[in-house]
C-alpha cells in the first residue's frame, strides 16, 4: 500500500489473511512546510500531519491485520542543496527515536517504534535491498545489504548517510537541472492563457468548485516577478486588475520552472512542481481540493474525467451511525466507507483516510470549500 488507499476493506477480506503488508507511513506533501505562514503554526501544523499520517497508516495495519508489516516507500531523501531542510534529520541516538516532531517525513524507525508502542510487534525494518524470505507466514530470513551494526548506523548518522549520498547523486541532480527550460524574459501570459483556459472552460464543475482568482507569481533569475492571474469565475488568464485584493490562493514559482512545464505540455503540475516543493504558497481559508485537481488535469481527457467524476461523486444515498448520529456512508472526499473511518468527537466528524472534517449540525466541510456531508442527530 503506497498510493494505494483502499476504501472498501471488507473487499480485501475476501482474498483471504495477509502474511506480508507493506505500506507507506511517511509523508508525501508539500504541506504545510511551502506555506507562507507564522513560523509556530506551521511547526503545529506540521506535528498534526506527521501524527495523522502514521495514525492512519496504523489504521490501516490494524484493518488489513497481516502477520508482518513492512513500512516502506517512504522517508523521501532530499539531496538539493536548496531542499536539505526538509529531511528530518533530528535523530540524535537510540533514546530519541522520535525524530523531529514537526518533520512530515518521518522514518522507518519513528513508525516500528509507535507500533510497538500501540502493541504490535509485527514490524520489520527493511532498506533499499534488503531480502525477506518467507514462507506463508513464516519469516524465513532477513538479509540486509550492509552488515547488521550498520544498519543502524543510517539511522543514528543520518546527517552523514545524506552527505554521503548527496554527494554520490550530485552530477545526476545537476544533469537534471540542466534540462531545465532557459529564463529567456519573455512574458508567461500568453502561454498560460492557451494552455489553461481551454481547460477551465471545459470543466465547469471544478472551475465553479475553485470559486474565485487565483495569483500566480513567477520569478525570474534577475528578481523580476510576473503575475498572473488564474480567474476560474470567469474561466480566464489575465493580468492582475484593480480590486483583485489579496488572492485568496496564491503560488509562487520560479519562472524557469514554469517555462519548463510549458515547454514540455506537461499535463501534471502537482506530480511535477508541486512535489518538488520548490515553490511557496499562501491561502486564505480552507484548502481547496478542486484546485489542485486543475493542476493535474492539464489535458482535455484528464479534465474530463475528472469533472465528471465530481459529479457523480454525490452518491450519499448508504447512511450509517455513529455515536448518536446517521450520517451518509460514503465520506464526501474520496467515499471512504465511514463505518470505518469515520471517527466522531463532539459535533466533530474526522474521515481517517486524509484527516478531512465536517461540523456535524451543519454538514459544512471544514478541511475544503464544497463536499457537504448529510448529517442528522439521532434523537
Ligand atoms: S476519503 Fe478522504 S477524507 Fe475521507
Known amino acids: 500500500m503506497n498510493d494505494a488507499r483502499p476504501v472498501d476493506m471488507d473487499v480485501l477480506d475476501e482474498f483471504g489473511g495477509v502474511d506480508v503488508h507493506l505500506l507507506q507511513y511517511s509523508g508525501a506533501i508539500w504541506y504545510p512546510m511551502v506555506y507562507d505562514m507564522p513560523k509556530g503554526s506551521k511547526r503545529r501544523f506540521a506535528e498534526q ?69 500501540n502493541g504490535n510487534d509485527g514490524g520489520l525494518l527493511f532498506i533499499p535491498g534488503t531480502v525477506g524470505d518467507f514462507k506463508g507466514k513464516e519469516l524465513v530470513a532477513l538479509t540486509h545489504p550492509v552488515p ?61 468548485g475553485i470559486g474565485y482568482p487565483v495569483g500566480l507569481e513567477m520569478a525570474s533569475s534577475d528578481g523580476s516577478v510576473e503575475t498572473v492571474v488564474l480567474d476560474f469565475p470567469a474561466r480566464t488568464v489575465r493580468e492582475p486588475q484593480e480590486g483583485d485584493g489579496k488572492y485568496r ?29 520548490r515553490f511557496t504558497t499562501w491561502r486564505i481559508g480552507g484548502y481547496n481540493e478542486f484546485l489542485y485537481t486543475f493542476f493535474k488535469c492539464l489535458t482535455d481527457e484528464r479534465i474530463a474525467y475528472a469533472d465528471g467524476w465530481f459529479s457523480e461523486a454525490h452518491d450519499d444515498t448508504a447512511s450509517t451511525e455513529l455515536d448518536g448520529w446517521e450520517v451518509q456512508r460514503r465520506c464526501p472526499h474520496l467515499k471512504a466507507d465511514l463505518s470505518k473511518f469515520g471517527v466522531v468527537d463532539g459535533g466533530k466528524l474526522t474521515c481517517n483516510l486524509h484527516g478531512w472534517q465536517w461540523d456535524l449540525e451543519s454538514g459544512r466541510c471544514l478541511t475544503s470549500s464544497g463536499h457537504e456531508l448529510r448529517a442528522k442527530k439521532l434523537t
Request: aromatic share 10%; net charge negative.
Open 249 to 277: 490562493y496564491g503560488f509562487r514559482i520560479a519562472a524557469e520552472l514554469v517555462r519548463t512545464v510549458l515547454r514540455d505540455d506537461e499535463p501534471d503540475w502537482v506530480n511535477t512542481i508541486f512535489l518538488s516543493t
Open 49 to 117: 500531519k506527521r501524527q495523522r499520517g502514521m495514525d492512519r497508516a496504523r489504521s490501516y495495519v490494524d484493518q488489513v491485520a497481516g502477520t508482518w508489516v513492512v513500512p516502506s516507500a517512504g522517508p523521501p531523501a532530499f539531496l538539493d542543496p536548496e531542499l536539505r531542510y526538509l529531511n528530518d534529520e533530528g535523530r540524535v541516538d537510540r533514546e530519541t527515536l522520535g525524530g523531529d516532531p514537526s518533520n512530515i517525513f518521518p522514518d522507518q524507525i519513528t513508525f516500528l517504534d509507535q507500533m510497538k508502542r
Open 148 to 208: 547488521e551494526a550498520e544498519v543502524m548506523d543510517i539511522f543514528e548518522n543520518k546527517t552523514a548517510y545524506l552527505d554521503a549520498f548527496a554527494a554520490r547523486q550530485a552530477s545526476v541532480l545537476e544533469a537534471e537541472k540542466a534540462t531545465w527550460a532557459e529564463d529567456d524574459g519573455v512574458p508567461l501570459l500568453g502561454a498560460l492563457k492557451a494552455k489553461f483556459e481551454p481547460i477551465m472552460a471545459a470543466s465547469p464543475l471544478i472551475s465553479e
